[in-house]
């Protein structure tokens, strides 16, 4: 298995959510992890996923209008946020800081848990 961050159990597990929830296709979902995790431009996906930049441009854009983002960067931030914020709540302008339990019984329960905690886009105030 080759030794890096995206075959760690919890960066696996967080993207299939992410591809469940936003119904990503495969190769969409490979697009969003390259790019979250390297910020590369559409030409240095392409090179990295043997396609053309004309193909990788339309699955970044398929997946702007599926998280909602106006922006690559945008997505970026989006799951930057979603992996790493606390959730935020508001209820009549007031924010609630939910905390979860510090142990789980595996890396899918944290990762369960840890997921659906957070908003996947960011909050209109």
């Known amino acids: 298995m080759e030794n890096n961050i995206m075959n760690h159990p919890v960066p ?7 591809k469940e929830r936003y119904d990503l296709t495969k190769r969409e979902l490979e697009v969003l992890q390259l790019l979250s995790v390297t910020g590369f431009s559409n030409r240095e ?14 699955h970044v854009s398929n997946l702007i209008e599926k998280l ?15 992996m790493l914020l606390p959730q935020l709540y508001h209820k009549q302008r007031k924010t609630v800081y939910l ?4 142990f789980y019984r595996s890396s899918e329960d944290y990762t369960a848990n840890f997921i659906s905690s957070f908003p996947l886009t960011p909050s209109k105030r």
């Not at 996906?45 to 339309?58: C, P, R």
């Not at 905390?99 to 510090?102: A, G, Q, S, V």
């Open 12 to 18: 696996v597990q967080f993207f299939q959510m992410l």
């Open 45 to 58: 996906l392409a090179e990295q996923l043997h396609i053309s930049e004309k193909t990788t441009k339309n």
């Open 68 to 82: 909602k983002a106006s922006s690559s960067r945008e997505v970026q931030a989006i799951v930057f946020r979603s």
């Open 99 to 102: 905390h979860k339990p510090l």
